[in-house]
T-cell receptor
Framework: AQKITQTQPGMFVQEKEAVTLDCTYD???????LFWYKQPSSGEMIFLIY??????QNATEGRYSLNFQKARKSANLVISASQLGDSAMYFC?????????????FGTGTRLLVSP | GAGVSQSPSNKVTEKGKDVELRCDPI?????LYWYRQSLGQGLEFLIY????????KSGLPSDRFSAERTGGSVSTLTIQRTQQEDSAVYLC????????????FGQGTRLTVV
């Protein structure tokens, strides 16, 4: 079975600073994908970044980067130069070959608060 | 449409009543997914559609839950004889295909069973 663990229920960061949101995962799938989603107070889930298990380089999307450490089974999200609009819930998720690529397994999320 | 649209945005219903939740995916997206998010929790996968077909219904919490998709577009999630534990936000997502890395989510339907 797949499992995502996010150990930080809440994180605080000052505007313009960088912040790392932790995510560890457990899977026996040889091939899998890792995702980060942002959920603002409006409720919709916004896709941020994707990392494939066989990707050689860490994924980056603008101010978002994924620190992928396969041996440690971690996929931390790094947000550089935080902005007030980054305040939201952040979810790490994965899907795998054996459990079906159509199903995303989510962690319980981290609430990020960016202060001025 | 421009994004995934869900209706209603909020629904309050009495215990024992049936409810229907609607999802209108992005035009051209063949894959559609339903998730449930209970208060303070992550998302729980319920069911997916490839076209009009739902090959795996094992994620549905009970036989009171059913879903259908017609014309490869709009999907309806139906909950019969609602219970208080059904209270949650029900999120729908769509993607171009099942193998696409990016799924686009709607804003969800907040269901409250009183």
């Amino acid at each position: 079975a797949q499992k995502i663990t996010q150990t930080q229920p809440g994180m605080f960061v000052q505007e313009k600073e960088a912040v790392t949101l932790d995510c560890t995962y457990d899977t026996s799938d040889p091939s899998y994908g890792l995702f980060w989603y942002k959920q603002p107070s409006s409720g919709e889930m916004i896709f941020l970044i994707y990392q494939g298990s066989y990707d050689q380089q860490n994924a980056t999307e603008g101010r978002y980067s994924l620190n992928f450490q396969k041996a440690r089974k971690s996929a931390n999200l790094v947000i550089s130069a935080s902005q007030l609009g980054d305040s939201a819930m952040y979810f790490c998720a994965m899907r795998g070959m054996n459990t079906g690529f159509q199903k995303l397994v989510f962690g319980t999320g981290t609430r990020l608060l960016v202060s001025p | 449409g421009a994004g995934v649209s869900q209706s209603p945005s909020n629904k309050v219903t009495e215990k024992g009543k049936d409810v229907e939740l609607r999802c209108d995916p992005i035009s051209g997206h063949t894959a559609l997914y339903w998730y449930r998010q209970s208060l303070g929790q992550g998302l729980e996968f319920l069911i997916y559609f490839q076209g009009n077909s739902a090959p795996d219904k094992s994620g549905l919490p009970s036989d009171r839950f059913s879903a259908e998709r017609t014309g490869g577009s709009v999907s309806t999630l139906t909950i019969q004889r609602t219970q208080q534990e059904d209270s949650a936000v029900y999120l729908c997502a769509s993607s171009l295909s099942l193998m696409n890395t990016e799924a686009f989510f709607g804003q969800g339907t907040r269901l409250t069973v009183v």
